[in-house]
């Protein structure tokens, strides 16, 4: 079983920050691309970011310059800073890793966390 939670979502004002975190925990022998994804009402799922484990990172052009990508490989965690949020960025943003569970396995299966809402606003 693997599991992805994700936490410290928020409300904050314009040009405010937050920082998400994000643990994947179970049995995991590797994870290779960690990243985050947020959903707006009415709008699919779209890629903020990602990071693979050698830590070159992947902007959308929306948030470059205001969102950084981090991990930590011992800590199988992935974290993001939003800076200077503006309301266009609220949205659930879920967190996803590409696992491979055993030593054996041969291909990285996609895991999702729940979710943690951002919401920027006055």
């Not at 937050?18 to 179970?26: E, M, N, P, Y």
């Not at 009415?42 to 990602?50: I, S, T």
């Not at 996803?96 to 054996?104: D, E, L, P, S, T």
Request: hydrophobic residues 35%.
């Amino acid at each position: 079983q693997v599991q992805l939670v994700e936490s410290g979502g928020g409300l904050v004002q314009p040009g405010g920050s937050l920082r998400l975190s994000c643990a994947a925990s179970g049995s995991i022998f590797r994870i290779n691309v960690m990243g985050w994804y947020r959903q707006a009402p009415g709008k699919q799922r779209e890629l903020v970011a990602d990071i693979i484990s050698g830590g070159t990172s992947n902007y959308a052009d929306s948030v470059k310059g205001r969102f950084t990508i981090s991990r930590d490989n011992a800590k199988n965690m992935v974290y993001l800073q939003l800076n200077s949020l503006k309301p266009e960025d609220t949205a659930v943003y879920y967190c996803k890793a590409g696992i491979r569970r055993y030593i054996n396995d041969r291909i990285y299966t996609d895991y999702w966390g729940q979710g943690t809402q951002v919401t920027v606003s006055s």
